[in-house]
């Protein structure tokens, strides 16, 4: 800067100063509205949006994959890409230390560096592009933040880890060089090196969006937490109905009734006290029925449930079975009207049921919890539709319009006998479901066991008008 220009700036400042802008109050005063405005912003996210829970912490799980917040995505994905490169990337305080502290370094060094005396946008190109650039990549990396970076069995990298290093570091490295080049050039070249300044900055941007979204169409889908999550009594209510019937109904009854345990290897005719009965929940804490749970009562028959004893459940999915327990046997706890939802719909006159809305959640309350993988079932599994209407043991258990059906039969309480003359006990062993249940059951086989809601309303008869 020479002493003309140094005179015009000062000028120009005192004239600012003339027409009265100062730093306090009145530059404070448009910061604070600003700072207010992102503050209301914030309130308003957290209260309408806010951020899904995830399941209780486990110090058992050692799957747990943890992953930083949203803002640092963009950087673990740098490093990870940085991780694939050969020889480079075997050296990780390259890319920990060295790179990031250069960045912040340069942004510190920056009113130092840069003595342009222009403020106007037009003339500080290269600062602008190289911001621009470095945003961009910082948003396409965080898009890019949850597909894997991923090798084959051979230790190549696969295409979308390619596309991946293409626009997460090669191209916006290429592109802050070429930056740089261009402002050396500037003195030579003028306007021209600006302009082409901003038309690479532009062309990598766009091609580093191209690129992430390209990663997100080819990338296998990100690995999701699999177990489901509860925020309100009621869903905690309706996850642990759920559970209850998957894990406990095979011992327990699908309403904790059962005294004599039947039809469960290795604990036939076992006595047991019914667990839906009040004084059992009067006398046990939540915790201790966590505990139970968890634990097991293996002297008495009782397996573990919890993980970290070798079972298949979570700490919030133990909760889950708790908070239904305590709401369905405990006299005291009254649960609210808006969970007091019955698992399985009630069929309207004329309706006739349909596998995905009755016959799923019926079987899923009264038959899963023994007919799944692993237990003894005559090989009758009872998971899906097709497993369902499937062959066991002893041919179909349902043969459409058959009302003597194996399945229809047993649900009565009418034994049967097997191939060898062994008998089949009636279904469930423990207890027969309720007679209206019984009727879904009969009506849905009769009609040709519709899959869905709208094959069975396809059968139903048209309601007179
Ligand atoms: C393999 C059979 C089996 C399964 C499955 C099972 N239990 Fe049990 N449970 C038992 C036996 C046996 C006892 C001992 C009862 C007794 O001796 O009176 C027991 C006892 C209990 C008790 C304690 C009763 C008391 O007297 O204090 C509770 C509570 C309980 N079970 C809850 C559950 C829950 C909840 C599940 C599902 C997560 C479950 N059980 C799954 C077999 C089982
Ligand atoms: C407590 C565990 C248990 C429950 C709950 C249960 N089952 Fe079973 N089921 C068995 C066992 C064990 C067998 C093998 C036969 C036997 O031991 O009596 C079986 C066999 C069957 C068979 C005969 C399959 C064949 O080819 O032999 C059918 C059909 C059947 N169950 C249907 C049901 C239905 C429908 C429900 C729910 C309404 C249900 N079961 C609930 C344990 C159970």
Redesign the pocket.
């Given at each position: 800067m020479n002493e003309e220009q140094k005179k015009a700036v000062l000028a120009k400042y005192q004239r600012a100063l003339q027409k009265g802008e100062r730093f306090w109050p009145d530059s404070l005063y448009k910061d604070l509205i600003v700072s207010m405005g992102l503050f209301l912003l914030l309130i308003l996210l957290a209260t309408f949006v806010g951020i899904p829970n995830e399941p209780k912490a486990d110090p058992s799980d050692s799957s747990y994959i943890p992953k930083p917040e949203w803002y640092f995505l963009f950087l673990f994905k740098f490093l990870a890409l940085y991780g694939q490169i050969p020889l480079l990337g075997k050296i990780e305080w390259i890319a920990t230390v060295l790179i990031p502290s250069a960045v912040i370094l340069g942004m510190i060094l920056l009113p130092f560096l840069d003595q342009n005396p222009y403020r106007h946008y037009t003339r500080r190109v290269l600062a602008l592009t190289i911001m621009a650039v470095f945003v961009v990549s910082m948003i396409t990396l965080t898009m890019m933040a949850d597909y894997p970076t991923a090798v084959d069995e051979q230790g190549h990298l696969t295409l979308p880890t390619w596309l991946q290093m293409i626009g997460g570091l090669l191209i916006p490295g290429a592109t802050y060089l070429t930056l740089l080049v261009l402002a050396a050039l500037a003195k030579k070249l003028g306007a021209a090196a600006r302009r082409a300044q901003i038309g690479v900055a532009a062309i990598s941007s766009v091609l580093m969006f191209g690129l992430a979204i390209a990663v997100m169409l080819v990338s296998p889908r990100p690995v999701v937490a699999e177990s489901e999550v509860a925020d309100t009594l009621a869903e905690k209510f309706a996850l642990g109905a759920d559970?209850?019937s998957i894990?406990?109904t095979?011992?327990?009854g699908a309403d904790?009734e059962v005294t004599v345990?039947t039809g469960?290897e290795g604990?036939e005719g076992?006595?047991?006290?019914a667990?839906n009965n009040p004084d059992?929940m009067y006398t046990?804490s939540d915790e201790t029925?966590a505990n139970?749970?968890a634990y097991?009562?293996p002297s008495?028959?009782?397996?573990p449930?919890g993980k970290a004893y070798g079972g298949e459940?979570g700490p919030s999915e133990?909760e889950y079975?708790?908070t239904f327990?305590r709401y369905s046997w405990d006299d005291r706890a009254e649960l609210p009207a808006d969970a007091a939802i019955s698992s399985i719909p009630e069929l309207a006159p004329g309706e006739i049921p349909s596998y995905e809305v009755h016959i799923a959640a019926l079987t899923k309350r009264y038959c899963l919890?023994c007919h799944r993988p692993g237990k003894e079932n005559n090989n009758y599994l009872m998971t899906s539709y097709e497993e369902i209407i499937g062959m066991s043991d002893n041919g179909p258990a349902i043969v459409a319009g058959d009302p003597n059906s194996l399945l229809l039969l047993l649900i009565q309480g009418q034994e049967q006998t097997d191939k060898n003359g062994d008998p089949i006990r009636a279904m469930p062993p423990n207890k027969l479901m309720d007679p209206k249940y019984i009727e879904m059951w009969k009506l849905w086989v009769l009609n040709g066991m519709p899959k869905t809601a709208e094959d069975a309303r396809t059968l139903s008869p048209t309601p007179s008008p």
């Open positions: 559970l209850y894990y406990c095979e011992c327990h904790g345990i469960v604990l076992r006595e047991i006290v667990i059992l046990n029925l139970i749970i097991g009562l008495l028959g009782m397996p449930f459940l133990i079975i708790v327990m919890s």
